[in-house]
């Protein structure tokens, strides 16, 4: 069992940054995947990032050029850097982690990030 632990949300003006945070417990298998998901209230989660332990990484269309995702493989730590941010952002995001070879997947509890004026 893989215990993600999220940090960063908060409230933010248009325009502003935020950065997530999400630290992942031990695990006996190797966690392949981190990712962060977004849920806005009416609306189904959906994709914002990931990252493979072997750095590539993949964005959602509405966010690229704005956020970027990392990964510290040795810590299992994955951060959301997000800039420029827009109403639009604003949701519960949840990290992710699939494991390796056999497949998992985990979520976080979610961490509201809210862009208001």
């Known amino acids: 069992q893989v215990q993600l632990l999220e940090s960063g949300g908060g409230l933010v003006q248009p325009g502003g940054s935020l950065r997530l945070s999400c630290a992942a417990s031990e695990t006996s298998f190797s966690i392949n995947i981190m990712g962060w998901y977004r849920q806005a209230p009416g609306k189904e989660r959906e994709l914002v990032a990931t990252i493979t332990s072997g750095g590539s990484t993949n964005y959602a269309d509405s966010v690229k050029g704005r956020f970027t995702i990392s990964r510290d493989n040795a810590k299992n730590t994955v951060w959301l850097q997000m800039n420029s941010l827009k109403p639009e952002d604003t949701a519960v995001y949840y990290c992710?982690?699939?494991?390796?070879?056999?497949?998992?997947?985990?979520w976080g509890q979610g961490t509201q990030v809210t862009v208001s004026s």
């Open positions: 992710n982690a699939q494991t390796r070879p056999v497949v998992y997947i985990y």
